[in-house]
C-alpha cells in the first residue's frame, strides 16, 4: 500500500469549510483514497472514498488530482463536533483492508 | 444493519495477568476480521487479520494471540501481559468479497497495564 503525508494539525472557524490535504505521491493506478475520522476514544468512522473522480456523500467532498498525488478532504461548513483525528489511507487491491493508519490530521474546530 | 460489538471499554490489569477481548459482528456473513492497536497519539496499528474461521495472519511480532472460533466472532488474547501492551485496541471488519469497501470499526477497548 502506498503512503501517505498529512499535516500533523489545522486549525478551522466553525462554520466555514476545513480542507485537509494529503499527499499520496507513490499511489498505484488501481489504489483507493480513503478518508477516515476518530474522535477521542472512539473507533474510527469511515467519511469517504475514491479511486480518481472526485466524490461527493452528505459528511463530505473529496478532491483527487489528476495524477492522484494528492487529494483534499472537503468538510463544507465544519462544526465543533468535526474536532478530531482525520486519517488519510491508500488502499491496495489485494489482502481486505490492511491499511495502515499513520498519525493524521488533528483537526481544531474552533467557536 | 450491521454493528460491531466489542468489549470491555475499558480494562485495568496488573503485570502478567491474562487477557482476553472479545469482537463480535452482527448483520452479516464471512467478514474479514481485523485488530490494530493504537498507543497514545499515535496511528493505528494493524495486529491481527482473519479470512476466514481458524486463519489468523499475525502483522507484527508481540505477546499476544488472536483466535476466531466462530465467523463473526475474533478474540484477542494474552498469557502473560507486559507494560507495553497497554493502549487502545480496536476491533474491524470488511465484507470479505470486494476490495472496494470501506472498514467498520468498533468503539474500542482502553487497556492499561499496571
Known amino acids: 500500500d502506498a503512503k501517505t503525508t498529512q499535516p500533523p494539525s489545522m486549525d478551522c472557524a466553525e462554520g466555514r469549510a476545513a480542507n485537509l490535504p494529503c499527499n499520496h505521491s507513490t499511489i498505484s493506478g488501481n489504489e483507493y483514497v480513503y478518508w477516515y475520522r476518530q474522535i477521542h476514544s472512539q473507533g474510527p468512522q469511515y467519511i469517504i472514498h475514491?479511486?480518481?473522480n472526485n466524490e461527493t456523500n452528505e459528511m463530505a467532498s473529496l478532491i483527487i488530482t489528476e495524477d492522484r498525488k494528492s487529494s483534499t478532504l472537503i468538510l463544507p461548513h465544519a462544526t465543533l463536533r468535526d474536532t478530531a483525528v482525520y486519517y488519510c489511507?491508500?488502499?491496495?487491491?489485494?489482502?481486505?483492508?490492511?491499511?495502515?493508519f499513520g498519525a493524521g490530521t488533528r483537526l481544531f474546530v474552533k467557536a | 444493519s450491521q454493528t460491531i460489538h466489542q468489549w470491555p471499554a475499558t480494562l485495568v490489569q496488573p503485570v502478567g495477568s491474562p487477557l482476553s477481548l472479545e469482537c463480535t459482528v452482527e448483520?452479516?456473513?464471512?467478514?474479514?476480521l481485523y485488530w490494530y492497536r493504537q498507543a497514545a497519539g499515535r496511528g493505528l496499528q494493524l495486529l491481527f487479520y482473519?479470512?476466514?474461521?481458524?486463519?489468523i495472519s499475525s502483522e507484527v511480532p508481540q505477546n499476544l494471540s488472536a483466535s476466531r472460533p466462530q465467523d463473526r466472532q475474533f478474540i484477542l488474547s494474552s498469557k502473560k501481559l507486559l507494560l507495553s501492551d497497554s493502549g487502545f485496541y480496536l476491533c474491524?471488519?470488511?465484507?470479505?468479497?470486494?476490495?472496494?469497501?470501506?472498514?467498520?470499526f468498533g468503539q474500542g477497548t482502553r487497556l492499561t497495564v499496571v
Open positions: 474491524a471488519w470488511t465484507l470479505r468479497a470486494s476490495q472496494n469497501t470501506e472498514a467498520f
Open positions: 448483520g452479516t456473513s464471512n467478514p474479514n
Open positions: 489511507i491508500v488502499r491496495g487491491p489485494t489482502g481486505g483492508f490492511k491499511t495502515i
Open positions: 482473519s479470512v476466514g474461521i481458524g486463519q
Open positions: 475514491g479511486l480518481k
